[in-house]
Nanobody, 126 residues
Framework: QLQASGGGSVQAGGSPRLSCIDS????????MGWFRQAPGMEREFVAA????????TYTDSVKGRFTISLDNAENTVYLQMNNLKAEDTAVYYC?????????????????????WGQGTQVTVSS
């Protein structure tokens, strides 16, 4: 099971951290990712991290503001979000991919992932 937490109502400019605790099954995945979905919008890629190398990718709108990281000891993937903006408001989902693709594959599509957690709502107010 993937369980995301850390969402809530945040002021613009805030810096919450999302956590996603991972079961043994997903912890053998190749890549962990975060996606988000705003009302009426398609699910959007946010960030991904390759478990073997720790290399990361981000969508352009969050580069320099968000950081994805892994804590293998705690079976947890984090998304540190800084300088939040109103347009970051969405339900955030963590996901695991068991499909190996060599670098430079970006793992930036929902179809790249085959294991999803429940979402956590992040609402940014000005």
């Amino acid at each position: 099971q993937l369980q995301a937490s850390g969402g809530g109502s945040v002021q613009a400019g805030g810096s919450p951290r999302l956590s996603c605790i991972d079961s043994e099954r997903a912890w053998s995945s190749y890549v962990m990712g975060w996606f988000r979905q705003a009302p009426g919008m398609e699910r959007e890629f946010v960030a991904a991290v390759r478990r073997s190398s720790g290399s990361t990718t981000y969508t352009d709108s969050v580069k320099g503001r968000f950081t994805i990281s892994l804590d293998n000891a705690e079976n947890t993937v984090y998304l540190q979000m800084n300088n939040l903006k109103a347009e970051d408001t969405a339900v955030y989902y963590c996901a695991a991919s068991f499909r190996y693709r060599a670098v430079p594959y970006l793992y930036n599509k929902p179809g790249d992932y085959n294991y999803w957690g429940q979402g956590t709502q992040v609402t940014v107010s000005s």
